[in-house]
T-cell receptor, first 116, second 112 residues
Framework: DAGITQSPRHKVTETGTPVTLRCHQTENHRYMYWYRQDPGHGLRLIHYSYGVKDTDKGEVSDGYSVSRSKTEDFLLTLESATSSQTSVYFC???????????????FGSGTQLSVL | AQSVTQLDSHVSVSEGTPVLLRCNYSSSYSPSLFWYVQHPNKGLQLLLKYTSAATLVKGINGFEAEFKKSETSFHLTKPSAHMSDAAEYFCVVSGGNTPLVFGKGTRLSVIA
C-alpha cells in the first residue's frame, strides 16, 4: 500500500471553530488532493497541489484553504467550520510526471469530521 | 470539460451471477477512464484503468471493462459475483490538464 497517513481519523468540533486536517505521504509523489465524500455525491475535489507551494481550487473549495510547505505534507483547513462541512475527507496522491492528472490515485483511509 | 454518469445508484445480484455496473462519460479530450472500488469504512482502490491501448481492460479480482467510444460508455462487468465484491464502485474520467472527475457511485449488494 502507498504510504499515506491522514490525521486525525475522527474529529468532532463545534460550528465556528477552525479545523486542520493533515495528509502525510512517504512516496515523494508530486500531486496531492483533498476530496470530500458525501452520500449521493460521490467524491468531490476540494483543492489539489502539484508541487510545494503550488495549489489550485477544485469543485467545492469555498470555506476551505490548503497549504503545502513540504512535498510530503498537504494540510486542509476549515477556517470556520459549518455543519455543511460534516463529511468524510480523503487525501489522495498521484505520481503524474506529465502535466496531466491521468495517473492513478492512491487514497488515504479518510477522516470522519462532524461539525455540531 | 469532463463528466461521468453512473446509471445505477444501487445494484443487487445473487452470488455466482454476473455483475454489470454502467457508466457513461463525456470528455472534450481523448479520455482516460478508471473504475475504483471502496469497501465499507475504507479508502478507494483502483480496479482498472483505460488509457487508449486496448478497449477491453482487465482489472483485479476478475473485473473487466470495455471502452466503447461510439456509445461513450465504460461499463464494468464480472462473470460471477462473490460476497466479497459487495462495495461502492466509482467510475472516473480524466482528460487534458484537469483533475479526475468521479461519478456518484454505485453500491453493489451481493445476496447469498
Amino acid at each position: 500500500d502507498a504510504g499515506i497517513t491522514q490525521s486525525p481519523r475522527h474529529k468532532v468540533t463545534e460550528t465556528g471553530t477552525p479545523v486542520t486536517l493533515r495528509c502525510h505521504q512517504t512516496e515523494n509523489h508530486r500531486y496531492m488532493y483533498w476530496y470530500r465524500q458525501d452520500p449521493g455525491h460521490g467524491l468531490r475535489l476540494i483543492h489539489y497541489s502539484y508541487g510545494v507551494k503550488d495549489t489550485d481550487k477544485g469543485e467545492v473549495s469555498d470555506g476551505y484553504s490548503v497549504s503545502r510547505s513540504k512535498t510530503e505534507d498537504f494540510l486542509l483547513t476549515l477556517e470556520s467550520a459549518t455543519s455543511s462541512q460534516t463529511s468524510v475527507y480523503f487525501c489522495a496522491i498521484s505520481e503524474s510526471v506529465r502535466t496531466g492528472h491521468n495517473e492513478k490515485l492512491f487514497f488515504g483511509s479518510g477522516t470522519q469530521l462532524s461539525v455540531l | 470539460a469532463q463528466s461521468v454518469t453512473q446509471l445505477d445508484s444501487h445494484v443487487s445480484v445473487s452470488e455466482g451471477t454476473p455483475v454489470l455496473l454502467r457508466c457513461n462519460y463525456s470528455s472534450s479530450y481523448s479520455p482516460s477512464l478508471f473504475w475504483y472500488v471502496q469497501h465499507p469504512n475504507k479508502g478507494l482502490q483502483l480496479l482498472l484503468k483505460y488509457t487508449s491501448a486496448a478497449t477491453l481492460v482487465k482489472g483485479i479480482n476478475g473485473f473487466e471493462a470495455e471502452f466503447k467510444k461510439s456509445e461513450t460508455s465504460f461499463h464494468l462487468t464480472k462473470p460471477s459475483a462473490h460476497m466479497s465484491d459487495a462495495a461502492e464502485y466509482f467510475c472516473v474520467v480524466s482528460g487534458g490538464n484537469t483533475p479526475l472527475v468521479f461519478g456518484k457511485g454505485t453500491r453493489l449488494s451481493v445476496i447469498a
